[in-house]
């Protein structure tokens, strides 16, 4: 039989293990409704946006057989910090966006990855479009750099 002490230790134990466990699910889950219904948000709150705002064409761009060497710390979130944060990025609320649509957030990989064909096709440049649309004003990414976006996005799809 246990001494009342040590019945009162493990319970605050078996507590917190449940939490943490509690916790990663609800975060995993939090993690995926993000995604999904971050695009959706964007059409439930202005259709008429989601409607007209269209990009460019998919890129056509393919991850190399061999894969790449870019990787999101040493590419993706330079290209977002430098080009695309200034407009798309969660810190910013209302006229700071300029008219970036909400929820399109470049500043943390989940929220790159959960607009990921969407970018593409508004600053990517691959085999069967070179989409220009994004940045809307200097500095722009040059012709290579949006080639390494699409690639980069293309091998990050393709691993998930």
């Given at each position: 039989?246990?001494?009342?002490?040590?019945?009162?230790r493990?319970?605050r134990?078996?507590?917190?293990?449940m939490?943490?466990?509690v916790?990663?699910?609800?975060?995993?889950?939090?993690?995926?409704?993000?995604a999904?219904a971050?695009?959706?948000?964007?059409?439930l709150?202005?259709?008429?946006?989601c409607?007209?705002?269209t990009?460019?064409?998919?890129?056509?761009?393919t991850?190399?057989?061999?894969?790449?060497?870019?990787?999101?710390?040493s590419f993706?979130?330079?290209f977002?910090?430098?080009?695309?944060?200034?407009?798309?990025?969660?810190?910013?609320?209302?006229?700071?966006?300029?008219?970036?649509?909400l929820?399109?957030?470049?500043?943390?990989?989940?929220?790159?990855?959960?607009?990921?064909?969407?970018?593409?096709?508004?600053?990517g440049a691959?085999?069967?479009?070179?989409?220009t649309q994004?940045?809307?004003?200097?500095?722009?990414?040059?012709?290579?750099?949006?080639?390494q976006?699409?690639?980069?996005l293309?091998c990050e799809?393709?691993?998930?």
């Amino acid at each position: 039989m246990r001494a009342p002490g040590d019945l009162a230790r493990r319970s605050r134990t078996e507590d917190i293990v449940m939490h943490l466990r509690v916790r990663r699910g609800v975060t995993a889950i939090a993690d995926h409704l993000r995604a999904v219904a971050r695009p959706l948000g964007l059409c439930l709150l202005g259709l008429a946006a989601c409607v007209d705002a269209t990009g460019g064409p998919p890129t056509g761009a393919t991850c190399p057989p061999d894969g790449t060497t870019l990787t999101y710390d040493s590419f993706g979130a330079p290209f977002m910090a430098t080009y695309c944060t200034r407009c798309h990025a969660t810190t910013l609320r209302g006229a700071d966006r300029q008219g970036a649509p909400l929820y399109h957030d470049f500043d943390y990989y989940g929220g790159v990855m959960a607009v990921a064909r969407h970018i593409d096709e508004w600053t990517g440049a691959g085999p069967d479009a070179t989409n220009t649309q994004m940045p809307p004003d200097e500095p722009a990414p040059s012709l290579e750099e949006r080639q390494q976006l699409a690639e980069w996005l293309a091998c990050e799809l393709a691993n998930r």
